[in-house]
């Protein structure tokens, strides 16, 4: 048993997971593309909680369906999800409108939701808004099912950039326009397990 223990805690500072600033300290690489550091983990755990009270508050006594937009989100609402208070239901849908480090166009429903939506309290978990495009199509696809409300929360928000004006209630941060990875979000792929966020590096 102890010498299991001390075996992990080796392991632990040989991968540096002992130390909290080692994730934030540098830039990092991810294939052809550096990033530098925008958000800390404890950063982005603090306003987590602050949003998840929030939402604890507005929809007491109710039994939410946490609506979670795939893939980028589904970090940011395991996280929101637990930092809830009450009784709640959680759902995925799977969009898709971006390639590369551009918005592509037009959005697809690749994976849909097969509960009942009507009557029901939404709350739609987004990583980042960008356009606005993706939740323009969604949150007009949703209301056409008639739920009780609709609540939007979004991890990011890039207000520079928005060409569609779509209701969002609870945003964590609003940043620059500029392309950013972890917490959910990635860069071809790669990036998502970063616990912080990163924000591409212009040379
Ligand atoms: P729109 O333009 O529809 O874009 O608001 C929202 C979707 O685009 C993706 N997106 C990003 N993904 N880094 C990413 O990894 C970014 O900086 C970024 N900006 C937008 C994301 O999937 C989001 O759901
Ligand atoms: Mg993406």
Do not use: W
Request: glycine fraction near 8%; hydrophobic fraction near 40%.
């Amino acid at each position: 048993m102890e010498s299991n223990a001390a075996a992990l805690l080796l392991l632990a500072q040989k991968h540096n997971l002992m130390s909290t600033t080692s994730h934030t300290a540098d830039t990092i690489q991810i294939r052809d593309l550096t990033f530098q550091p925008l958000f800390s983990e404890s950063e982005v755990q603090e306003r987590v909680a602050i949003l998840g009270l929030a939402l604890s508050e507005s929809h007491k006594g109710r039994t939410p369906l946490f609506i979670s937009i795939l893939s980028g989100a589904f970090v940011f609402a395991s996280d929101l999800i637990r930092q809830f208070d009450g009784d709640c239901e959680v759902g995925f849908v799977k969009l898709s409108s971006y390639q590369g480090t551009r918005s592509s166009g037009d959005v697809q429903t690749v994976m849909g939701l097969e509960k009942d939506l009507a009557g029901r309290h939404l709350i739609v978990v987004e990583d980042i808004v960008d356009t606005g495009r993706t939740l323009h199509f969604f949150l007009d696809h949703l209301q056409q099912q008639q739920p009780a409300s609709i609540t939007t929360v979004a991890f990011l928000r890039k207000p520079e950039a928005a060409q569609f004006d779509v209701p969002v209630e609870h945003v964590g941060f609003d940043i620059d326009d500029k392309f950013v990875v972890g917490y959910g979000l990635d860069y071809d792929g790669l990036g998502r397990n970063i616990p912080g966020v990163y924000q591409l590096l212009e040379k």
